[in-house]
């Protein structure tokens, strides 16, 4: 499966629980760069400028790192992307990699949020984590490539019929127990 939405809609948080709950790997493209840019790795050298940009890391970089992650053993059993794919190149990127290990998409699960909502939570948890990404500026930016260019990504996949939306307002349980019961109808969840 898929998760997408705008940063500050929860995600991550999600993506632990809902990937806990599917016994499937939870694969973050946004958690793997920063690991990367952490130890200064090649790829974290070549990624650093973006995050702290709050620009995507060029498709040509994001899309490699993806399929050799999703060649590992862990992935057997089923995954979930979260944040990849965020533009439409991307898109008809992973479609190659399903195609070429004969796999497919199940659900593509976004989380929405109202804008300011998103802001004033992600100003809240700059104060927290210090991610030199979260300053008002940098969040914008990153707000407007989602409305740019991931809503693309998102109507493909309302186009093919395995688009499911969940509101992320509200406390965590409550966002997990909408996303659980939305999943229902696309794959088999306890
Ligand atoms: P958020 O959703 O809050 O922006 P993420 O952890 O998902 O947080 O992503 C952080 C950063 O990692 C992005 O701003 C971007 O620089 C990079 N990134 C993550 N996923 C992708 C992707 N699919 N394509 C390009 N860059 C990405």
Redesign the pocket.
Known sequence: MLLL?????G??TQAERISEHLGIVAI???????ANVKRQTPLGLA?QK??D???????S??NKM?RDRISEADVGSGFML??????VA?VDYLDLILAECDRKLDVVLELTADDEELVAR?LGRAKETG?S??HEAVIRH?LD??NEQTEAVVARYAQRGILTQVHGSGGIDEVTERVLYSLGRFVGVA
């Open positions: 939405g705008p940063p500050g809609s995600k991550g973050s493209t946004g958690a793997i760069f920063r990624a973006y995050l940009a709050g620009d995507f890391v060029p498709d970089v994001t993806v979260d944040g990849y794919p965020r533009t991307q992600l991610r990404d979260d990153r490539l989602y």
